[in-house]
């Protein structure tokens, strides 16, 4: 009887953490909209840096990501993994690799960046709304 009672008790455990950890992960907050953009360019982490605009669409399972900064359009596709998204991006001549945190309510994204031949420099840039 003992054992019945104490595998009955680790079950009922089991069972409420897994159905918390399946809806901890089944809320992902919406990260889809138009952002304020403001960062640092890699090995410039004491400058003013730069500011502009950034759009997130859902496509698919991925996510497509649009820059405006200072008059020059940059373009990205990223993967989600929980509250990180990862993205490539691209503009005329030049290309990199940014990785977001994104806060629990998905209106901050904190990125760490950088691009080819930044000379294993990195910069930074958040996102809010």
């Not at 992960?25 to 990260?31: K, L, R, V």
């Not at 020059?72 to 690799?97: D, E, F, H, K, P």
């Not at 901050?108 to 294993?120: E, H």
């Amino acid at each position: 009887m003992k054992g019945k009672g104490f595998r009955a008790v680790v079950f009922t455990i089991l069972a409420l953490g897994l159905f918390t950890a399946a809806k901890a992960a089944s809320y992902a907050p919406d990260i889809t909209g138009s952002y304020n953009c403001a960062g640092t360019n890699p090995g410039q982490a004491n400058t003013q840096g730069y500011q502009g605009t950034t759009t997130i669409s859902k496509d698919g399972n991925t996510f497509l990501l649009g820059w405006t900064i200072g008059g020059t359009s940059y373009t990205g596709v990223g993967i989600r993994n929980g509250n990180i998204l990862s993205v490539a991006w691209y503009t005329a001549g030049q290309t990199g690799v940014v990785a977001y945190q994104i806060s629990p309510d998905g209106r901050t994204l904190k990125g760490t960046w950088t691009g080819v031949g930044g000379n294993g420099n990195l910069g930074y840039e958040t996102l809010s709304r």
